[in-house]
């Protein structure tokens, strides 16, 4: 277990026309739960690789509590790894494959049996341990490839690839509950890749959303939700994602079209920005509920436990969670309310501020 | 590999596929009732049967009717042209007993097994060793497959030069620089040593050229898989490669093993069978009771006896190579 630093780490995969991962620091803290959530091709698999070793970054170095192991081989560095897809020693049975990360580096015979019996253990997987694991299901097979990684009691880290990809949905939940319980027991680091955002933010401890090669939040799943810091991490985070309305800086006051929606914090300067609200804070009102942001329903999505509510503001589509059974009628006009505390302004994709209560000001 | 897994699973033979329900046959006469909106297209039409017609006609004309003229000539004794007397199965019998075969059919299999032990392992080696990628690996691949390109009289012409004591460079080199006393054309053992490096240094490029095309279909997370638990090369490769060339390396096996077994023209220029009868192998046994003497009897016998040795040969090598993964 080790404290592992990123220091201007960057990869480029064509000689640095573009970067695949843009130089960052970045500190993954001992004995954590980590989620790297971001799309496809943002390039999660890079930066777990740089960890790993079984890529060289282009530019920066790696340090594992302060030892710089850029030029260490994967080997040398006690990094586990599980990939996407099952990869397995198809002709071992499930055993050697979970004994063979442990038997490579001369663990005692008695050891490697312990340990063995404990991840199968913990895995379900002790029925399956004299199968040949090539003729196992591929969900079986990723859970052996999942229980390589997680045999070898002192890793640095446990860097997890999309895991559960190929795992049935019933399966994954009590996997992923399963890899909590490893990870409070052993206190392994884990880094765990995932596009799924409900992954994520029910697994780890903390989450980093990287898009395009850059980190763009860390944080704990509640502050990812409720503050996100870019608007990137609006859209990605929730679903459906935040809203993203244009208003305009007017003086203290922040406008939609004719509207006033609330006073500026933070003495942002007069111009355009974009307010972010999610749909759960979204509130909306009959006509006679002004003042608030004139709005045309366009249709209702019965999700059973919820109602969403979608509306336009002019051309912008802005959506509302409301309970169950809202009255509101496709083609109607509302208004909606955005809460000072649950609004945030974005300037250049990037959070400058927030919204305040009105309290009566501003150019009436 | 997906041919042979297939083949793993329903057992060697004919798959299920390929059993013949061509044309019309394959579909559904009358659409199910609860599924009306079925396209038309699907109707019985034996018409289909025409389009058969060309294949069966060339392999017909190609194989079955020549292979059939040999069954013609095995039960029979032909004096000439339009004296001949059926004989039954005499001649199959003859030569099974002779004893010229039987010594050519023990030679043959000899051959076949050194020419595996050694083009496998070897050519698997040079695969391992070949580069990943890079402007090498074109390089690589083209001098590995330059051996395969030249003909197979010619390669014997070459090696018959090359080792050649008087002058041909190998010969040459292993009676005056390495001082020992090489000469095919007397010695057996010369002889035999000969046919065999010949036919390593023709072949042992398919079984490199497959088994590359094997490896380079490994993804690269098995290997990286391989790094992270911390394997060795030997048990990278004994573990991930190894089991992945399975495929493959059957079918390097069955053909170099067919190849090898029915070896004529490089023995038969270098060589011609001899010093006495130690490079005479079955073909070239056959091809001179059927030419040589023309002996059309003996020789058809002879010729359908090989042919049946063959197949079960493969037979076997194809059930082991294949369950033995199981």
């Known amino acids: 277990m080790a404290d592992i630093r990123l220091e201007g780490v ?25 989620a790297l959530l971001g799309p496809s091709g943002c390039g999660k698999t890079t930066l777990l690789n740089i960890i790993s070793g079984l890529l060289t ?25 599980v990939f996407q897809f099952p990869v397995l020693y198809e002709e071992m049975s499930v055993y050697d494959n979970l004994a063979f990360p442990l038997r490579n580096r001369k663990v005692p015979k008695k050891e490697v049996d312990r340990r063995v019996r404990e991840v199968s253990r913990l895995l379900g997987l002790d029925a399956l341990l004299g199968r040949r694991s090539r003729r196992l299901d591929a969900g079986r097979q990723q859970i052996v490839s999942l ?23 019933a399966l994954k939940w009590t996997l992923r509950s399963k890899l909590k319980e490893i990870h409070r027991d052993t206190g392994h680091t884990l880094i765990y890749v995932t596009h799924d955002q409900t992954e994520a933010l029910t697994f780890a401890d903390e989450v980093v959303v990287l898009n395009d090669g850059a980190i763009m939040q860390a944080g704990e799943p509640a502050e990812l939700f409720l503050s996100p810091s870019h608007e990137f991490v609006g859209h990605f985070i929730g679903s459906p994602g935040m809203n993203m309305l244009p208003a305009e800086v007017v003086g203290d006051v922040v406008r939609v079209g004719e509207c006033d929606v609330g006073a500026v914090t933070d003495g942002l300067p007069p111009g355009p920005v974009r307010i972010g609200v999610r749909p759960e804070f979204v509130r909306v009102a009959g006509a006679g509920l002004s003042p608030g942001v004139r709005a045309r329903v366009t249709g209702v999505d019965r999700m059973g436990a919820y109602d ?3 509306t336009v503001v002019g051309e912008h589509r802005v959506i509302a969670k409301t309970e169950a059974g809202a009255p509101y009628r496709p083609g109607a006009v509302e208004f909606l309310h955005f809460p000072a505390e649950r609004t945030f302004l974005f300037r250049d994709e990037v959070r400058c501020g927030s919204l305040a209560p009105l309290d009566g000001r501003g150019p009436a | 590999m997906r041919l042979a897994r297939a083949a793993r699973r329903k057992g060697p033979g004919v798959s299920e596929e390929s059993a013949p329900r061509a044309g019309g046959e394959v579909a559904v006469a009358e659409a199910p009732a609860e599924d009306e909106r079925r396209p038309v297209l699907k109707r019985k039409d034996n018409r289909a049967w025409w389009l058969v017609l060309p294949v069966v006609v060339s392999v017909a004309f190609t194989a079955v009717i020549p292979l059939m003229t040999v069954v013609n000539f095995s039960v029979q004794d032909v004096f000439g042209p339009n004296d001949r007397v059926f004989v039954g199965l005499e001649w199959f019998r003859s030569v099974a007993r002779d004893p010229e075969v039987r010594a050519a059919l023990v030679r043959t299999l000899l051959f076949s097994a050194q020419v595996l032990l050694l083009e496998i392992p070897l050519g698997v080696a040079l695969a391992v060793c070949m580069p990943r990628r890079g402007v090498q690996v074109s390089v690589a691949l083209v001098l590995v497959a330059l051996p395969l390109l030249i003909p197979w009289n010619v390669v014997g012409t070459i090696w018959q030069i090359f080792a050649r004591g008087d002058i041909g460079l190998g010969g040459w080199t292993i009676n005056n ?23 390593v240094w023709h072949w042992t490029p398919l079984v490199a050229l497959l088994a590359y095309a094997g490896l380079r279909s490994i ?6 898989a391989a790094q992270i638990d911390g394997a060795s090369a ?55 009771i059927a030419v040589g003497q023309f002996d059309l009897g003996p020789a058809g016998a002879f010729s359908l006896l090989y042919f049946l040795i063959v197949q079960i040969l493969c037979y076997v090598f194809f059930t082991v190579l294949t369950r033995s993964g199981r």
């Open chain 2, 219 to 224: 993804p690269e997370p098995y290997f990286q």
């Open chain 2, 234 to 288: 030997w048990s990278t490769f004994r573990h991930i490669q190894l089991p992945r060339l399975r495929g493959v390396l059957t079918i390097a096996i069955l053909l170099r093993f067919m190849d090898s077994f029915m070896i004529y023209t490089e023995p038969f220029v270098v060589t011609g069978g001899g010093p006495g009868n130690a490079t005479s192998f079955l073909s070239i046994l056959l091809s001179k």
């Open chain 1, 10 to 34: 960057g990869h480029s995969y064509d000689g640095g026309r573009t970067w695949a991962l843009r130089p960052m620091t970045w500190t993954w803290r001992s004995a954590r739960a980590y």
């Open chain 2, 177 to 199: 620089v390495l001082g020992v006393n090489f000469n095919y054309t007397l010695d057996s053992t010369d002889a035999w040593i000969t046919v065999l490096v010949m036919d």
């Open chain 1, 147 to 169: 229980g390589r990684g997680l045999v070898r009691p002192q890793v640095a880290a446990v860097l997890l690839d999309e895991p559960l990809t190929v795992v049935d949905p």
């Open chain 1, 57 to 81: 970054p282009t530019v920066g170095r790696v340090l594992f509590d302060g030892r710089d192991v850029t030029g260490v081989p994967t080997a040398g560095r006690n990094i586990a790894q």
């Open chain 1, 308 to 310: 969403l509510v979608h």
